[in-house]
């Protein structure tokens, strides 16, 4: 297609609806050598998927398949992939850790919790981004039904009555879950219960294919490793 055509294509990406922003993700691509260009019939043609996963040293065993209706949202899309194959981890080393199986990979099985998700600094520190910037994104992959979420808290104590005195007491005793501890009336009881908010749990709504392995040899003469989808 045309530079031309190759533009008016990005419109229907969300948050692409000027001329330079197009440009510059043209440019971007080309940079990248996601796409091919010729000068001489001023013509652009996409880089194929597996070459771009055999540059990026992915694995392609598996995929994350996309509907049309989730390339409108390319950019949480793809946010949520990462999420997603991170929970996907998770959950296979928990599972690791109260099986009988040995323990593949000790950094993934290392985990806090019975149950699969991220803090704040966590997803941060995954999406590269300030962890207020991290939790939006939670929040528009929850919204557009990526990922579910359940919040998570655990009893610590129980007060016979509420003592407002000792809330500075209860947060120089856990200075570092200050921030965390919430009050609650346990209207049955009369008892007031303190408890600390824990991460939430993530639960992964994208499913992931595998892939023939015959779809993905051949590449420049060389064959793909068949191995697990992977994010960098």
């Not at 598996?62 to 899309?77: E, G, H, M, W």
Request: charged share 25%; glycine share 6%; net charge positive.
């Amino acid at each position: 297609m045309s530079i031309r055509e190759a533009r008016n294509a990005l419109k229907l990406v969300q948050g692409l609806s000027s001329n330079p922003s197009r440009k510059k993700v043209l440019d971007e691509l080309l940079q990248l050598n996601w796409i091919g260009y010729n000068p001489k019939t001023r013509y652009v043609h996409l880089r194929s998927f597996r070459r771009i996963c055999f540059e990026l040293n992915l694995g392609v065993a598996k995929v994350i398949p996309c509907s049309q209706k989730d390339l409108a949202n390319t950019r949480y899309f793809i946010y949520a992939v990462v999420i997603n194959v991170k929970l996907y981890q998770q959950k296979s080393a928990i599972k690791l850790q109260t099986g009988r199986d040995p323990v593949a990979n000790k950094s993934e099985a290392t985990l806090q919790g019975p149950y699969p998700g991220l803090g704040k600094f966590g997803l941060g520190l995954l999406l590269h981004c300030s962890p207020t910037t991290a939790l939006r994104i939670k929040a528009k992959c929850l919204e557009l039904g990526f990922i579910r979420v359940h919040k998570k808290s655990i009893k610590i104590m129980t007060l016979p009555k509420a003592d407002f005195n000792l809330s500075p007491y209860l947060k120089d005793i856990y200075a570092d879950k200050s921030f965390l501890l919430k009050f609650r009336k346990n209207h049955q009881t009369g008892l007031i219960e303190v408890y600390e908010q824990l991460k939430d749990e993530m639960v992964p709504l994208l499913k992931i294919k595998k892939r023939g392995k015959n779809r993905f040899e051949g590449i420049e003469g060389q064959k793909l490793a068949a191995s697990s989808l992977g994010v960098r």
